[in-house]
């Protein structure tokens, strides 16, 4: 007997009633050369970091997030976000794509003090990037639908102000790479998430801010700070 009545997360699919279970969310950290320089690492084409989010941490473009707490420095961080629609386990690259549902637009929110006090101390980034409301997305576009992007322009907003400017071209990693070596730590499933790296530009937002960003050829999204 199940106790409780947990609602399931789930991304809506463009053009359809349908909705995308998420099972895990899976990022791609210093994906972007421009951005690792400016967090301070060396952009060289080392094996990607992974981290996680909690399948809850997904809300609708659109929502009205509330500020964090337990920090005073809140940045935004715009991503090309990956769905996974086929199981798999030490993927190849050429097969990768394969494994593909779609894609979609994500922002990747971050508690940034508390990322540097954990980089400083050697402590995992679950505060600082796994909270309540960390991952907003836009509706997911069906690989059949758009095929697989590999450029185009991504881009990010505070209040009509551009932040972050760059391509998809600029990953380090590119999809089918960051498939393979992940699913050499954890099975693939059909719901996982991949938000792919964010670009140069990432910064401090505020109560009251809109933030707005897209990715040519894929989507937009946009979301308010209360």
């Known amino acids: 007997m199940i106790l409780f009545d947990v609602p399931h997360p789930?991304?809506?699919?463009?053009?359809?009633d349908?909705?995308?279970?998420?099972?895990?969310?899976?990022?791609?950290?210093?994906?972007?050369?421009a951005h690792a320089r400016e967090m301070g690492h060396d952009p060289d084409r080392t094996p990607p970091v992974f981290f996680m989010k909690p399948a809850d941490a997904i809300v609708p473009s659109g929502s009205a997030l509330a500020y964090p707490s337990r920090t005073r420095d809140f940045q935004h961080e715009i991503e090309m976000v990956v769905a996974i629609g086929r199981a798999g386990r030490d993927i190849a690259v050429a097969d990768a794509l394969a494994h593909v549902f779609g894609y979609g637009v994500g922002i990747d929110l971050t508690r940034r003090d508390l990322q540097r006090e954990a980089r400083e101390s050697g402590s995992t980034w679950d505060t600082a990037k796994g909270f309540d409301q960390s991952a907003p997305i836009s509706a997911l576009h069906r690989a059949t639908d758009i095929g697989h992007p590999v450029s185009g322009r991504i881009w990010l907003s505070v209040n009509d102000e551009i932040r972050q400017n760059a391509d998809l071209d600029e990953l380090v990693w590119s999809v089918p790479e960051a498939i393979a070596e992940l699913s050499t730590f954890f099975t693939l499933v059909p719901g996982d998430l991949i938000f792919t790296g964010t670009p140069?530009?990432?910064?401090?937002?505020?109560?009251?801010?809109?933030?707005?960003?897209?990715?040519?050829?894929?989507?937009e999204i946009t979301i308010t700070i209360e």
């Open 18 to 33: 349908q909705s995308f279970p998420v099972h895990r969310i899976y990022c791609v950290g210093r994906n972007y050369a």
């Open 10 to 16: 789930s991304v809506a699919v463009a053009g359809s």
């Open 200 to 219: 140069a530009g990432v910064g401090r937002i505020e109560a009251g801010d809109h933030v707005t960003g897209g990715i040519d050829g894929i989507d």
